[in-house]
C-alpha cells in the first residue's frame, strides 16, 4: 500500500512529520510521499533528515501551485531536488 500525497504542519496538514512517520509505519505502508503545498522544509525536519521510525521508502515531493492558462492549479512533484524546489518556490 502506497500514500503519495499527504502534508505536515509545515503546510495545511495537523501532524508533525515524526507523527506521519509514525501513523505510515503502524499501516505499514510501502511507499510515501509528503507534499506539503510550496515547500520542501518537511525534508529538512529531524525526523525525515534522520528517519529510524519508517521503514518503507520515502519519495521526496511537493504540491506546487502555479498558474497555466490564466488559471490557478496545482502540480504533485516527485522525486524532486527539494533545494531547486525551494529555490523556484522563492523566486
Known amino acids: 500500500m502506497i500514500d503519495l500525497h499527504m502534508h505536515t504542519i ?11 512517520l509514525k501513523m505510515c509505519e503502524e499501516r505499514r ?3 510515501i510521499s509528503i507534499t506539503d ?13 534522520n528517519n529510524k521510525i ?3 521508502k520515502i ?3 511537493a504540491e506546487l501551485h502555479a498558474v497555466f492558462q490564466n488559471r490557478s492549479i496545482e502540480i504533485l512533484a516527485y ?6 524546489i525551494e529555490e523556484w518556490i522563492n523566486k
Open 29 to 31: 505502508l510501502e511507499y
Open 10 to 20: 509545515y503546510s495545511d496538514g495537523d501532524k508533525t512529520a515524526y507523527e506521519v
Open 37 to 49: 503545498h510550496d515547500t520542501c522544509w518537511q525534508y529538512e525536519d529531524e525526523a525525515l533528515k
Open 79 to 84: 522525486n524532486i531536488d527539494t533545494n531547486i
Open 59 to 61: 519519495i521526496k515531493g
Open 54 to 56: 519508517f521503514s518503507g
